[in-house]
């Protein structure tokens, strides 16, 4: 646990101690990722530190859903694809590979003025399939307007997968962003929604709800006990060979260098989840 705790602590200093891995010598040319719009945050700030320490490299971002980011890594459109869900059986046959470079919890928000802190994931399921369509089933009032992401979105797959309410899902809007579901969520004071751990952190007008009484924080996604969470990965074609800047800038995120502005993007890094699995089998 001293092990974590130091990890997140680390945060703190990241911008006074920045990693020296990131810089390699000669490196130009342009690098494009697409894919995931919760995965902005992570891959924004490594972007920008990695540029900083390599001039002559341009990364490009383009925030298209995590569906569309692997096709783009499939078909040779983008250098690297980003993806908050696994790969699916017919993705993994066209060779392509994920690299988990950090976890990322489903945070279940609501309207700030919502008077419920707390829900199961059984309730939660029968709320998005329209079970349960009323707040005063949890003593508040109003008919519930769920919001939720588009077809392709790896959150969406995420949230369904773990709900067990894919192709269930009765939804009051289906949006095509993080941002836009938050947004939605601070408009309406009977919505309730799912959005990134890594987005919702410092948002106002919205609640993040304990899930059977456990929070969505990084250490309670790190030792399994909130248990709507997700991979962030870095999707790349197993037999195409990435360009030395791209190669590069891959390596550089699932480095340890990289880790300490995981945790100030808000994720969690593989590193910091490695290290709780020793003493978890203690």
């Known amino acids: 646990m001293k092990k974590i705790i130091a990890i997140m602590l680390a945060a703190v200093m990241a911008m ?13 040319g342009t690098v494009s990722t ?12 490594l972007s920008e530190q990695f540029m900083e320490d390599n001039g002559d490299v341009t990364i490009t971002y383009d925030a298209t859903g995590s569906g569309t980011g692997i ?20 993705e993994v046959e066209k060779g392509l590979v994920a690299t988990t470079v950090a976890l990322d919890g489903i945070a279940i928000i609501v ?17 998005f399939t329209g079970e349960i369509t009323d707040w005063a089933e ?12 588009e077809a392709g979105s790896g959150t969406r797959d995420g949230f369904e997968s773990i709900t067990k309410t894919a192709d269930k899902c009765v939804l009051k809007q289906e949006l095509t962003s993080t941002g836009a579901v938050i947004a939605a969520v601070k408009s309406s004071e009977n919505a309730i ?7 919702v952190e410092g948002q ?15 250490e309670n996604i790190i030792d399994g006990t909130y248990v709507i969470q997700r991979p962030f990965n870095l999707v790349t074609l197993e037999n195409a060979e990435l360009s030395e800047a791209a190669k590069a800038f891959f390596d550089y995120m699932i480095s340890e260098d990289a880790a300490e502005l995981i945790t100030m993007a808000g994720a969690v890094p593989v590193a910091a989840a490695e290290a709780a699995e020793p003493a978890e089998q203690q």
């Open 138 to 149: 949890f003593g508040g009032k109003g008919e519930i307007a769920c919001i939720g992401r």
């Open 16 to 28: 006074a101690v920045l990693p020296l891995s990131a810089c390699a010598k000669g490196l130009s």
């Open 111 to 127: 309207n700030e003025n919502c008077p419920v802190d707390d829900l199961t994931v059984e309730q939660i399921a029968a709320i």
């Open 204 to 218: 106002e007008g919205i609640k993040v709800l304990t899930v059977e009484g456990v929070e969505c924080t990084a």
């Open 71 to 90: 096709e783009a890594a499939a078909n040779g459109t983008a250098d690297i694809g980003l993806a908050s869900r696994a790969l699916k059986a017919a």
């Open 34 to 45: 697409n894919g995931s719009t919760s995965m902005e945050k992570v891959i924004g700030i």
């Open 193 to 199: 929604g799912y959005a990134s751990f890594a987005a």
